[in-house]
């Protein structure tokens, strides 16, 4: 992937350009074949994600989930998802599902998880998701008994990323009707008596992904994060920062589709001369890049607001992978289209880009949900004059 343009952008310090083009280096040193999650010869999804967060975390490439520096966690996935959606996955799994023990873990639960999840001897997970409880998390139904020895956990979760190899859950429960109180986060060992993976879910790209089923899980009260109540709050500000780098995964894959489309246009020979010298061509090459730094630019506003200190990024966030995901399907859409009938032919780099883009646009929040926050954001801004 080409950094130069992007990494002279004022959003980054030199420690970021350094590491992003150190990781660079070490990417491309791995065998292209790494990357092809898809091929024959491939392991499992899931032992290919084993092994990327082993090889990740003991070259200390998720340092920057360690210190949630958001702006290195966005180039880290940009540059990753750039090659291959499963290596992006392990990376963004790892942040995500230790994302709420970093930010309000006690001393001693982050002293006994996190540094497994970074050397990535241990595999993460957030289970937040329920099969009726998805964009509308106040229908979460998974409830967390309060008793004087711990909880007690009964429900379902569904649509969990890492469920069935992950070693620990970061799982969101109700704990009472409050509607603002109501949930609480609670760290759950994958060994719980009580804790059964059940169906896995195939998705049109490779994703290791299926339900969790609690029956009767004992947690003790060390396990909680945070205060009861604060569930609702943990998830929302977790995915505040995850969300951008969702919207940075988009700009991989889109950055990506331009790369494949625009090295095609000039070589794949039309009506006597080149495909890019069709003028309808070079316009679409033109939308596509635009739209590629339009994205980038949302994106590392709201990395960049992180790291200098705002609370929450939720608006900016939101913006952000909102556009990013949204214009990806676009360009990767484009990029098929340019390819013509290899376009949409397996084996394809851009068909498969095509399909990994998709789900961005649904999970950590759908498009829809994320015009919402946005909307509702802005309505609570104070009025001028
Ligand atoms: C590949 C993948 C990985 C995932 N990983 C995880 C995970 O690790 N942990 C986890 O907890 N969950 C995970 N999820 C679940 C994901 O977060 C949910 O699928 C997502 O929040 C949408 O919920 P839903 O599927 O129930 O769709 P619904 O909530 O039923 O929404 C369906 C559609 O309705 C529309 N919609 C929703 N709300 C509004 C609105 N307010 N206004 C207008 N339109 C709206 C949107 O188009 C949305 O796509 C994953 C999902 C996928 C596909």
């Known amino acids: 992937m080409r950094l130069d343009s992007t990494l002279a952008w004022p959003f980054f310090t030199d420690e970021h350009r350094?590491?992003?083009?150190?990781?660079?280096?070490?990417?491309?040193?791995?065998?292209?074949?790494?990357?092809?999650?898809?091929?024959?010869?491939?392991?499992?999804?899931?032992?290919?994600?084993?092994?990327?967060?082993?090889?990740?975390g003991s070259e200390g490439w998720l340092d920057p989930c360690k210190r949630l520096d958001v702006r290195a966690m966005a180039l880290a996935r940009e540059q990753l998802a750039y090659r291959g959606g499963l290596a992006d996955f392990a990376f963004a799994m790892q942040g995500l599902g230790s994302g709420a023990i970093s930010l309000f873990g006690s001393a001693e639960q982050r002293e006994r998880y996190l540094p497994e999840f970074f050397s990535g001897a241990s595999i993460a997970a957030f289970a937040l998701s329920e099969e009726h409880a998805g964009s509308d998390v106040s229908a979460l139904a998974t409830r967390a008994l309060h008793r004087d020895d711990g909880y007690v956990i009964d429900g379902e979760k569904c649509w969990i990323s890492n469920a069935g190899i992950a070693d620990t859950y970061v799982l969101f429960a109700r704990t009472s009707e409050s509607p603002s109180k109501g949930l609480s986060a609670f760290i759950v060992d994958a060994a719980a008596e009580g804790l059964a993976v059940g169906r896995s879910i195939r998705t049109m790209s490779p994703h290791p992904l299926g339900t969790l089923r609690f029956n009767g899980v004992r947690v003790p009260h060390s396990a909680r994060i945070g205060e009861e109540g604060d569930g609702f709050r943990i998830a929302m500000a977790t995915l505040d920062i995850f969300r951008a780098t969702v919207g940075a995964a988009a700009l991989g894959f889109a950055r990506r589709a331009f790369d494949e489309a625009r090295s095609h246009v000039l070589q794949r020979e039309i009506y006597g001369a080149k495909l890019?010298?069709?003028?309808?061509?070079?316009?679409?090459?033109?939308?596509?890049?635009?739209?590629?730094?339009?994205?980038?630019l949302l994106v590392y506003r709201a990395a960049f607001a992180k790291d200098a200190g705002a609370a929450r990024i939720t608006k900016e966030a939101a913006m952000a992978k909102w556009y990013a995901t949204e214009a990806a399907g676009r360009v990767c859409d484009r990029a098929v289209q340019l390819f013509g009938g290899r376009g949409v032919t397996h084996g394809e780099i851009v068909e498969r880009l095509y399909r990994d883009v998709r789900a961005l646009r649904i999970y950590e929040g759908a498009s829809e949900v994320q015009q919402v926050v946005i909307a509702r954001t802005l309505l609570k801004e104070p009025l001028l004059g």
Do not use: H
């Open 276 to 296: 890019a010298d069709l003028q309808l061509v070079s316009g679409m090459l033109a939308e596509m890049a635009t739209e590629i730094d339009a994205a980038a």
């Open 18 to 56: 350094v590491r992003a083009e150190r990781f660079e280096g070490w990417l491309e040193r791995l065998l292209p074949e790494r990357f092809d999650s898809e091929a024959a010869q491939a392991p499992s999804p899931e032992e290919q994600v084993r092994a990327w967060a082993r090889e990740l």
